[in-house]
């Protein structure tokens, strides 16, 4: 009997690993579709795209311009999965979280000034979603 339950004891948790955490607590990613025929860029907020983004390519270095596009870029007619390793915290993954996500062209980023980034805001599309929002398109979310 006591053998058992040694064996119990570790098997049990090799088995149940995987399966018996909650499923919000496994989501782990969602993909963006971009149905444009532009490059688009992503950026994600836990409050507006428009209350939290401003010039922020004018401080970057070349390396971490190149980090920038290779991570929030979506090529033209492509999906791309965002992945909470490379999003930090800023990835929705409880029933009350609310993430804003804005959609840019390339182009715009690549070259506006920053005062002419600032003056036009050229933001093209924000989804503000919640866990439910995002079960309910399959953790998809479509541009345009």
Not at 91 to 115: A, K, Q, W
Request: net charge negative; hydrophobic share 35%.
């Amino acid at each position: 009997m006591k053998i058992k339950s040694i064996i119990l004891v570790f098997i049990v948790p090799i088995f149940c690993f995987g399966n018996c955490r909650n499923e919000e607590e496994q989501r782990q990613s969602f993909i963006i579709r971009n149905n444009s025929d532009k490059e688009i860029i992503i950026i994600n907020s836990f409050r507006s795209v428009v209350k939290d983004t401003s010039c922020f390519i004018q401080n970057m270095t070349k390396i971490e311009y190149q980090d920038f596009i290779y991570y929030r870029m979506i090529p033209p007619h492509s999906n791309k999965n965002f992945e909470r390793a490379r999003w930090g915290e800023s990835m929705i993954s409880h029933p009350n979280d609310t993430l804003y996500i804005g959609v840019f062209y390339r182009t715009d980023i690549d070259e506006m000034s920053c005062e002419e980034f600032e003056q036009a805001f050229p933001l093209k599309k924000e989804w503000k979603v919640t866990v439910a929002d995002m079960e309910e398109d399959n953790w998809t979310l479509v541009y345009p």
